[in-house]
Every structure is written in C-alpha cells, then in structure tokens.
C-alpha cells in the first residue's frame, strides 16, 4: 500500500501460469483458511473486497501450487494485478510485482551394472576363460528415476581383479546419444579405473 494515502479499496485477481496447478484448499488471508467457492475459478484468483486501511496496512493472500512436469527447464512467472473499487476515490493501486521461478530437474537415482564378454561378444558371466584370453568388460550406468529428474557429473570407477592384466587403448564410453568415444588410459593406474566426468544422465 502506498505511502502517504488512505483507505484502498478493490480487489485483486491472480490467474496463475501455464505448468502450475492450484493445490485445493490452500488459499488463506492474513493466515486464515479461506474456502475455494467464491474466490477460485479454475486456475484464476479472484479476492473481491480487499481493504487496506492505511499507508502501513498490509494483506497477504498465499496459496499453494504444484508444478507440472512439463514446466521443466522453464521460467514460471506469476503476475497478481490490484484494481480499486473505485478509481476517483481510491489512491493509485499497490504495484504486485510478477515472481519469477526457474523450474529445475530434481536428483535421480544411480544404477550401474557390469556384465563380462569374451572376444566374439558372447556373455561369458559365471563361465571359464583360458589364460591369454581377451575378455570385455561393460559398465552400464542408468539414471532409474522419472524423466524429469538428472543426475550430473557421472563417474564411473572399477576395481580390475588380479590376474587380469588392462590392455591399453581398449577403454571406451558410449554417450546417450549413442556415440561411442575412446578414453585416455591414464584413467586407469594399475588395478584401478576412474573415468572423471562422463556428463549428466537425465531419468
């Protein structure tokens, strides 16, 4: 409410953005519940009779939304307008600023397997391979959770087993796009594997 003017009278009316979803029964004033019937039509707020007695009278009008998946990676802005009951005799109406929200994935959920192949790309777990046998080893890593959720910064690590000798230049990482790329050897020292940052995995 402006400084240095009286009563304001009027209402406001808040019709909420795309990719949010009003949540039922959780509109209050000045902390009191407030029923839906009357002020919610869809998805749009309508507060008829808002009185603000004097330059240091303030009202809070909250309500809960939940954001629909579809507003992932957007900008959710949410705009209340203030009119006066009565232009000639109210003061100017009480700017209510627009809220921006920028709508981010949450965390997923990590899962890796390792299955063991032998030169003609036959799974060989559990079976026996002779001595100077070259076998295959993949690391598949997948984000389980729901598309809207990412896991950033992925790294794969692996213990080699003894009596299994690294043969350089044999590392390689396929990306979600499909494409296959060869990693440096020094992301293995001795019996050990660390691949550093492979990028993000989205669910």
């Known amino acids: 409410h402006e400084a240095g003017s009286g009563p304001w009278v009027g209402q406001v009316v808040d019709k909420l953005p795309n990719h949010v979803s009003y949540v039922p029964n959780s ?7 407030v029923a839906d019937k009357g ?4 998805q749009t707020l309508t507060v008829k009779e808002l009185r603000l007695t004097n330059e240091t009278a303030t009202a809070v009008i909250a ?3 939940k954001v629909k998946e579809e507003a992932l990676n957007t900008t959710v802005v949410n705009k209340a307008v203030a009119t006066p009951k009565d232009p000639d005799d109210n003061p100017p109406v009480p700017d209510i600023p627009s809220v921006p929200t920028v709508v981010v994935p949450t965390a997923g959920k990590l899962k890796a397997e390792k299955n063991v192949f032998n030169a003609s790309n036959d799974a060989i777990d559990h079976k026996a391979v002779k001595v100077g046998a070259v076998i295959s080893y993949q690391i598949k890593a997948t984000n389980t959770s729901a598309p809207t959720t990412i896991i950033n910064k992925v790294e794969i690590g692996d213990a080699i ?4 000798v690294y043969q350089p230049g044999s590392l390689k990482v396929t990306g979600v796009d499909g494409k296959e790329k060869a990693l440096t050897d020094d992301a293995v020292t001795g019996q050990k594997l660390a691949t550093g940052d492979l990028g993000s995995l989205k669910g």
């Open 27 to 33: 509109t209050t004033i000045d902390g009191k519940v």
């Open 39 to 42: 002020i919610w039509n869809e």
């Open 63 to 65: 309500f809960k939304v």
């Open 161 to 164: 087993p003894a009596g299994l």
